[in-house]
């Protein structure tokens, strides 16, 4: 029939402005800055820096200024400079790290190149979208005291991520340990079977190929 | 009293007359169907409210829309306003001359005729009163109207029901009219 | 046929206002102090029910749409105080006033400012004969559906004024497509309302309000929608008025998908809002006549609910109206041009015209009583129906059903 058509709409829309006030399927505002939708777990905005531990950031950078990101990066939003001295890093093994640590905000694409090449898991891609400075240059780059987050709010907002690099630095970092033991073992064997005259001490070739040490931190480490 | 007439036949007859000095044709249209909503101001007060009330349903909503549309389509794309010869004294002497002889006409027929002196007050007449006159004496006319006004409306619709090429440009037809 | 109660206190409380402040004023000005009183009590009232209708409809389109609509706007003195967005037409309001005016170079200067003066100033002339209560009509006329519907007319040249005064072709030809709808539907509004005025035999609104007043056992009201031809009636009625205020689905005039805002492109700021304003008006002075027409009027619904006072009763009804209209608003899609005239030309018009023939029915077998009262309701029921589905069918020939291949 003529009309039977409207009348199941006009139902429709009814059903629709009856279920807005309890279904929560038929509300779907988010009174946004009260209320905040839940991010997914990839979501980016633009990089940051990790550190081990909250008490100590600048001290603790992961990065140890190896300018790949800076290279990599197709927009060039990030200024590296390496330090003039060394520090020891988590391993104890002394290495450089950035005096300078600079992305401009205003150029990143949030590509998620610099992730990706970065050897160390020292830059990762951070979920804040509510930047908004009002000046157009200072505000919108980021120094390394801006960018250097702990490694716990890594976990906060990517949790599988920060589980997966954790666990995958530790694992390298007993191999590196059980390496360096079967060294000092081989080591202390060939010293003591030296005086008898073996064969000349060979240099372990597992010291040799030692991968730079990250810097080791269990998860769930006292960084907090 | 005689002060509402006057404003409104000034009005009225202002309009008209810039209605026909003007240039633009749109301007025109718009000041004639302002002294046609004179015309009803005038039936307003001299207590026909039915009939002021037919004049600007008819007048002012339809026919205007009517003089609009015909002017609107058949516009050769012109914005510039009508060109009018430059004045002569030719021209001059030729529109004084009909002028004064209608007005002499007009003068001398208003003045021969003899008008009753009319009543203090105006006849109040309900709508029910016309409506039974309109039935009663002149029923015939009103129902030759009616017929003539429904074969109107049945062909509109009929055009716009078999010919696809007749767009919202089509007069209106079959209005009420008293 | 006036039962108890209409001498209740509230009933007559606005009226002994009016005339307690007439007669503080000397006798020569009494009659416009009456009638000052009597327009600017319109108007304060409309003007806040156009303002209340503007937040009620976005609230309203929101909850049908699954989302909340304006909630933020409170009072600006009181910092942190959000009023449900109640406040949001007075905020609209100075942002309409405080807005540039903008009037395009080459446009009629005189023209484009009359249009909507022109355009308000008659929609709020046909305030002057809707009946809001027993003694609440503000002017008795006694043609005055003639006079609604001159009034109402005169809106038209309005929108033809603004679509040719902004000097540009879109808006020229919007104008035209707005004024091909007015001019197509004012003819099933005219000739729904007729068969009332057959009916009743009067074109006075507060005899068709009084002729509605009495009810079956106390409880059904003799309402003009309660009948065949009525109930018809009403349905070409309502159709038509959403046709004539230029409201969805017939919103093409104002659609911003068709060319641009239509006959208001060139428009701003106030000038903008008063369109707008027209628009409301219009619609509520329609709903109004429909309220009286066929809802009967200030008329309570039982003969027992008669304390509440009148006004009350009239705009239960009317907003009653309004939000079908917004509930229809945000339920039905857009109509084309060639769609539109079409239904008005070729379905409403002959149904209109088959309801006329079925109100004379009516009135012809008034005196049927007995088991013929129930002949006389399907037979008048039978004269719009059976017409209805036959034209539905052979109108919607060759058109299969839409079947949606990825709606739930």
Redesign the interface.
């Known amino acids: 029939m003529l009309g039977s058509g409207i009348l199941n709409g006009l139902l429709v829309t009814a059903k629709n402005f009856v279920g807005s006030y309890y279904d929560p399927r038929r509300m779907v505002t988010v009174e946004y800055p009260e209320q905040k939708t839940a991010l997914p777990e990839n979501y980016r905005n633009f990089p940051f820096l990790i550190s081990e531990s909250a008490t100590d950031p600048m001290g603790t950078l992961r990065c140890v200024a190896c300018q790949i990101c800076e290279k990599e990066c197709p927009p060039q939003c990030i200024i590296i400079e390496k330090s003039k001295d060394k520090k020891p890093d988590a391993t104890g093994k002394l290495q450089l790290y950035p005096a300078v640590f600079g992305i401009d905000t205003s150029v990143c694409m949030s590509c998620q190149i610099c992730v990706e090449v970065c050897p160390f898991d020292a830059i990762k891609m951070d979920q804040v979208f509510e930047v908004a400075a009002t000046d157009r240059f200072q505000d919108l780059f980021l120094s390394r005291e801006q960018l250097a987050k702990p490694n716990s709010y890594f976990h906060q907002i990517h949790p599988t991520d920060a589980a997966e690099v954790d666990g995958r630095l530790s694992a390298e970092r007993k191999a590196a340990e059980e390496k360096a033991k079967a060294a000092a073992a081989a080591k202390a064997a060939a010293a003591a079977a030296k005086p008898a005259g073996a064969p000349p001490p060979v240099s372990s070739p597992a010291a040799a190929v030692k991968p730079p040490g990250p810097a080791p931190s269990t998860p769930g480490a006292p960084a907090a | 009293m005689t002060i509402a007439l006057l404003l409104i036949a000034g009005l009225m007859l202002g309009s008209a007359t810039a209605a026909m000095a003007g240039r633009n044709l749109?301007h025109s249209a718009?000041l004639l169907?302002a002294s046609w909503?004179g015309v009803a101001a005038i039936y307003l007060w001299a207590g026909a409210?039915?009939v002021a009330?037919?004049q600007?349903?008819v007048y002012?909503?339809?026919i205007?829309?009517v003089v609009?549309?015909a002017v609107?389509l058949t516009r050769q794309n012109q914005?510039a306003d009508q060109l009018i010869a430059p004045p002569t004294r030719l021209r001059a002497a030729a529109a004084v001359t009909t002028g004064s002889c209608v007005a002499a006409v007009l003068a001398a027929a208003i003045c021969s005729s003899s008008f009753a002196p009319g009543a203090a007050e105006p006849p109040s007449t309900?709508?029910?009163q016309i409506g039974l006159e309109l039935m009663r004496q002149d029923g015939a006319a009103l129902l030759i109207v009616g017929i003539i006004l429904t074969v109107a409306?049945l062909g509109?619709?009929i055009l716009?029901?078999t010919d696809p090429k007749v767009?919202?440009?089509s007069s209106?037809a079959?209005e009420?009219v008293p | 046929m006036i039962a108890a109660g209409p001498d209740s206190f509230l009933e007559r409380a606005p009226l002994a206002l009016r005339d307690w402040a007439v007669q503080l004023l000397p006798v020569p000005l009494q009659w416009l102090a009456h009638h000052v009183i009597t327009i600017v009590a319109v108007l304060a009232v409309f003007g806040l029910f156009f303002a209340f209708t503007t937040i009620a409809e976005r609230k309203l389109l929101a909850r049908l749409q699954n989302r909340l609509g304006p909630n933020r706007t409170g009072l600006p003195w009181i910092k942190g105080l959000r009023l449900f967005g109640l406040s949001q037409p007075f905020a609209d309001a100075v942002k309409a006033i405080t807005k540039e005016d903008i009037v395009p170079a080459a446009a009629d200067k005189i023209?484009h400012f009359l249009a909507p003066v022109i355009v308000v100033g008659f929609s709020l002339m046909t305030f002057a004969v809707l009946p809001f209560g027993r003694q609440y009509l503000p002017v008795d006329?006694?043609?005055a559906l003639?006079?609604f519907?001159?009034?109402g007319?005169?809106t038209?040249?309005a929108i033809?004024?603004a679509g040719?005064s902004s000097?540009n072709k879109y808006s020229?030809l919007a104008a035209?497509?707005a004024?091909?709808?007015l001019?197509s539907y004012?003819?099933p509004l005219?000739l729904s309302v007729v068969p009332v005025v057959l009916v009743t035999?009067?074109?006075?609104t507060k005899a068709i309000v009084i002729a509605q007043g009495t009810w079956s056992f106390g409880l059904l009201p003799h309402w003009f929608i309660f009948t065949p031809w009525g109930f018809a009636g009403f349905i070409i009625f309502l159709i038509a008025a959403l046709a004539e205020s230029n409201r969805s689905p017939f919103d093409l005039p104002e659609a911003e998908s068709e060319l641009v805002a239509g006959h208001l492109t060139e428009y701003s700021g106030f000038k903008y809002a008063l369109f707008f304003m027209a628009e409301y008006f219009g619609l509520t002075a329609l709903s109004g006549l429909g309220v009286t027409l066929f809802l009967g009027g200030w008329q309570a619904p039982c003969a027992f609910l008669q304390f509440i006072p009148s006004y009350a009763w009239f705009m239960m009804k009317l907003i009653g109206m309004i939000v079908f209209f917004i509930w229809v608003r945000g339920t039905l899609l857009r109509l084309r041009?060639d769609q539109l005239?079409?239904l008005s030309?070729?379905f409403l018009?002959?149904l209109a015209l088959l309801n006329l023939g079925n109100a004379a029915f009516w009135v012809l077998t008034a005196q049927w009583a007995g088991p013929l009262q129930l002949v006389r309701w399907i037979v008048s029921a039978a004269i719009i129906v059976v017409p209805f589905i036959l034209m539905g069918r052979s109108l919607t020939a060759g058109f299969a059903p839409r079947t949606y291949r990825y709606a739930p």
């Open positions: 749109i718009l169907i909503a409210e039915f009330f037919a600007v349903l002012v909503g339809a205007s829309m609009l549309f609107l914005i309900t709508v029910r409306l509109a619709t716009a029901a767009g919202p440009g209106r079959g009420d | 023209l006329l006694d043609a003639l006079y519907f001159a009034a007319a005169a038209e040249l033809f004024m040719w000097r020229l035209m497509r004024l091909a709808q001019i004012e003819l005219i035999s009067t074109l006075s041009i005239t079409r030309w070729q018009v002959p």
